[in-house]
């Protein structure tokens, strides 16, 4: 008897395949008009805890009412595929930038809300956590007690001061989400709040937001059931409307507004971004690549010619964080949009 069992016949996609697989000629989604927003938060229910959260950036705020703060918003956003969700789609993002980014900006002075993906990277902790290592791996037993591995001990310290302080000082505020939805609801309810600090309030938007979502009512109470036979499933997911125009013009106008453009195609990049900046008018886009995005960023700015940052081999050896780079130079930035701004 033949013990070799054949492969079942694969066919492996063609590059040209691969191209075409996402049309790429359906012209560009038009930013959120003011009907769009009624549209969407109207039909798209916020969720239950969100006055309650707001109670307390509110209260955040108004305890830093005479400084800076800024909204970095960090991690994926899901698309869930049921109501009692047991589906979801979701997308790569740990919060690594953002959680990194927080940190630069707590050393140099600002309040931090942090919106961000529930379980994913946080400031400080993000040094412990999501790597191979557990935190037990830091730990060791000493006389009956556990205490931290002395070959940690100086960088923990280290960690363990900067967070101490940014909590004595009440300069963190932490805030998850998990939908997309959540998300939009938060971002918008959070851009009033920031309101009164005018110029001081800097927004950083890192967070991979989904560009397609299932609206509320088309969304299925009950888990997807497979069919006999083995049909396909067919989504139909609208677009998610681009609120970066309202937020800029109607939710929080006066404050400076940085966001991310994350592409894997390198010869798109710039295009992808200035585009970003035109449509939306805002200040900063700063535009990644997925491969390289720990290792070099460019800001795109008006009026401006691009500016790369790039970690030196020395810096990427070592492990400095490019947050350490991209942090002072945006702060650069908006000391100048508050002394243009005048308030
Ligand atoms: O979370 P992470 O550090 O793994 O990735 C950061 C990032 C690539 C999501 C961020 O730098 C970014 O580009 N955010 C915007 C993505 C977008 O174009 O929607």
């Given amino acids: 008897m033949d013990s070799h069992i054949p492969s079942p016949p694969t066919r492996r ?31 798209n229910e916020p969720p239950e805890y969100l006055e309650g959260m707001i ?33 979801f789609i979701d997308n790569f993002s740990a919060g690594t930038r953002g959680a990194t980014s927080a940190e630069y900006f707590l050393e140099n002075g600002y309040a931090v809300i942090f919106l961000h993906r529930q379980f994913s990277l946080l400031p400080y902790s993000r040094h412990y956590s999501h790597s191979t290592n557990c935190f037990l791996d830091f730990m060791e037993e000493k006389d009956g007690k556990v205490v931290v591995d002395p070959k940690y001990q100086e960088e923990m310290l280290s960690v363990l001061r900067k967070y101490q302080t940014a909590k004595d000082h009440n300069l963190l505020l932490l805030l998850p989400f998990t939908t997309i939805n959540q998300y939009l609801h938060t971002l918008r309810a959070l851009s009033v709040t920031l309101r009164p600090l005018k110029s001081r309030a800097l927004f950083y938007l890192a967070a991979a937001v989904s560009d397609f979502f299932v609206p509320l009512h088309r969304i299925p109470e009950h888990k997807i059931q497979s069919k006999a036979g083995g049909s396909k499933l067919v989504m139909n997911l609208d677009p998610v409307p681009k609120f970066l125009h309202r937020l800029v013009d109607k939710w929080a106008p006066g404050a400076m507004i940085v966001s991310f453009k994350l592409e894997t195609d390198s010869s798109i990049l710039l295009s992808k971004a200035r585009q970003a900046l035109e449509r939306y008018a805002h200040q900063l886009v700063i535009g ?3 491969q390289t995005r720990k290792a070099e960023v460019v800001f795109v700015e008006p009026d401006k010619t691009e500016l790369w940052i790039r970690l030196t081999p020395a810096q990427e050896a070592t492990g400095v964080d490019i947050e350490s780079l991209i942090i002072p130079a945006i702060i650069q930035r908006h000391d100048i949009w508050i002394k243009q701004s005048g308030n």
């Fill in 55 to 87: 109670r307390g950036a509110q209260e955040f705020v108004k305890f830093h009412r005479n400084g800076r703060v800024v909204l970095v918003t960090s991690g994926g956003t899901t698309v869930p595929l049921e109501n009692q969700t047991v589906r």
């Fill in 288 to 290: 990644n690549l997925l």
């Fill in 13 to 43: 996609l063609s590059m040209g395949e691969r191209e075409n697989a996402i049309d790429r000629t359906i012209p560009l989604f038009p930013p959120a008009a003011e009907i769009d927003e009624f549209n969407y938060f109207d039909n």
